[in-house]
């Protein structure tokens, strides 16, 4: 049985709208603890800090990482979708957010090392081959997971199917 270990933990925020599009940064720094390089579309994303709780860390995100200026816009915090690891002792910890449209998006406090949110497809980014690096590490896990529980959610049940 091997141990697994977590040396650093991040969050990470799976925001979606209904036209089935996610919001992305691009990273502009290299950090070869997480796989991150300039030029790579990610989620937002952020390391949890010593004695922060994920729920502090994410709204530490949403001011500096993304914030919108629109002041109706709304994030939903729907669930805890998965946990990947980026590299060996490091994981992200993914959360569902889902919003009622695209809203505009600006980069928050931490704009020396993300730029261009912008609202990307799903089925683009899972369509990338899979040594692209076009997207940062994590992101196609994420949204698998995320997909995987929309299916578990429409299929109906075994026992809804036995009383068609």
Request: proline share 6%; net charge negative.
């Amino acid at each position: 049985m091997s141990v697994v270990i977590e040396r650093t933990a991040g969050v990470g925020a799976l925001i979606i709208s209904p036209n089935d599009t996610f919001l992305t940064i691009e990273e502009l720094t290299a950090k070869r603890s997480t796989a991150k390089l300039p030029g790579m579309k990610s989620l937002p994303m952020e390391t949890v800090e010593s004695g922060e709780t994920h729920r502090q860390a994410i709204s530490r995100l949403f001011k500096e990482e993304v914030t919108s200026p629109d002041t109706d816009a709304a994030f939903f915090l729907k669930q805890r979708l998965c946990a990947v690891q980026l590299t060996p002792g490091v994981w992200l910890h993914a959360y569902l957010f889902e919003t009622d449209r695209e809203y505009p998006i600006q980069i928050g406090t931490a704009g020396q090392e993300v730029s261009q949110p912008q609202w990307s497809s799903i089925s683009e980014a899972l369509a990338e081959p899979s040594r692209s690096m076009r997207y940062r590490p994590g992101v196609k896990e994420v949204l698998d997971t995320f997909l995987a529980s929309k299916r578990q959610v429409a299929e109906p049940s075994e026992l809804e199917r036995f009383f068609e």
